[in-house]
């Protein structure tokens, strides 16, 4: 992808500036997403839950996100206790819960 900064307007710059960085943060999420999941498919195999492995406690755990909102991925949902508006919103639309799964 190439970009002319140069021809670009402030607003447009700062517009490119926000819109990157929404997507680094996009990106960052699901990459730890995935490396959660992969961490607890190894601890998996060899008979430990993640929490185990860390030595954390897994009372009071929130548990992995299961879903993130497809506009800002660092907006996630365990699938457990009440929907935030964003999943509200997508099933509204016409989305599943598939669409929005990680």
Do not use: C, Y
């Not at 002319?4 to 926000?18: A, F, G, V």
């Not at 999420?29 to 195999?45: F, I, L, Q």
């Not at 008979?47 to 897994?58: I, N, P, Y």
């Not at 929907?83 to 639309?93: F, G, Q, T």
């Amino acid at each position: 992808m190439n970009i002319d900064l140069e021809t670009l307007s402030r607003d447009e710059l700062q517009k490119l500036i926000k819109d990157a960085e929404k997507a680094l943060k996009s990106v960052d999420a699901r990459r730890k997403a995935e490396a959660k999941r992969a961490a607890e498919k190894a601890a998996k195999e060899f008979g430990f839950s993640l929490d185990e492995v860390m030595g954390a406690t897994v009372k009071g755990s929130k548990g992995a996100p299961k879903f993130a909102n497809p506009a800002d991925a660092s907006q996630t949902w365990t699938g457990r206790g009440r929907k935030p508006n964003w999943v509200v919103e997508a099933l509204k639309s016409g989305k599943s819960l598939e669409d929005l799964a990680l």
